[in-house]
């Protein structure tokens, strides 16, 4: 069964607004991540939160980690016409510090210029 | 220099017919595997392996091989293709214990018709 869910499953906003993404799963986990895939393209590693870790930073991205909710958010500030993209929360559940990741359904951000 | 390549990048087949797809890493990780993303973009695990060894064997139809002849490799043979076989085919490394993150490549179109 999926176990991350997205949310909104589409944003729109103007070039540079900040975008927020929030994304919540089921089960304990090692650690989520996000990604980013451009159209026709794969999927490219943007940060990864611990378990033990509530907020992390990368760039313009912020990332939050809510354990007892269950639910990540991905901020973007000051977004670009580049951030445009589909963007998919995963999460690393397996027992082992490796092994499959579980993604969302993802969020389609728009930047428009 | 690519860090995960999949060869072909768009395959158009009959039903019926037999496919291969190709992957390849060359950043020394010991664990590869195989997604597929569906109309939807919902991306889900299908196989793994580690060290040539298989580890993740999600409820994927038998007429589905993978193949791993070393590390750097991964293959997935489909036998005789079906209409719903038709998606985004990427394949992806990692390196146990790091957190896991995922290297992606840039995915295989495969539309069977």
């Known amino acids: 069964s999926q176990q991350g869910e997205e949310d909104p499953q589409a944003l729109s906003i103007q070039e540079g607004e900040n975008a927020t993404m929030n994304c919540s799963y089921k089960t304990s986990i090692n650690n989520l991540q996000w990604y980013r895939q451009n159209s026709g393209r794969g999927l490219v590693h943007l940060i990864l939160i611990r378990s033990n870790e509530r907020e992390k930073h990368s760039g313009r991205l912020r990332v939050t980690l809510d354990t007892s909710k269950k639910s990540s958010s991905l901020l973007i500030t000051a977004s670009r016409a580049a951030d445009t993209a589909s963007y998919f929360c995963?999460?690393?559940?397996?027992?082992?510090?490796?092994?499959?990741?579980?993604f969302g359904q993802g969020t389609e951000l728009s930047v428009k210029p | 220099d690519t860090a995960v390549s999949q060869t072909p990048k768009y395959l158009v087949t009959q039903m019926g017919n037999d496919k291969s797809i190709k992957c390849e890493q060359n950043l020394g990780h010991d664990t590869m595997y195989w997604y597929k993303q569906d109309s939807k973009k919902f991306l889900k695990i299908m196989f793994s392996y580690n060290n040539k060894e298989l580890i993740i064997n999600e409820t994927v139809p038998n007429r589905f091989s993978p193949k791993s002849p070393d590390k750097a490799h991964l293959n997935l043979h489909i036998n005789s293709l079906e209409l719903g076989d038709s998606a985004v085919y990427f394949c992806?490394?990692?390196?146990?214990?790091?957190?896991?993150?995922?290297?992606f490549g840039e995915g295989s179109w495969l539309t069977v018709v």
């Open positions: 995963a999460t690393d559940a397996s027992k082992n510090q490796g092994g499959k990741l579980i």
């Open positions: 992806a490394s990692s390196q146990m214990g790091t957190g896991n993150t995922i290297y």
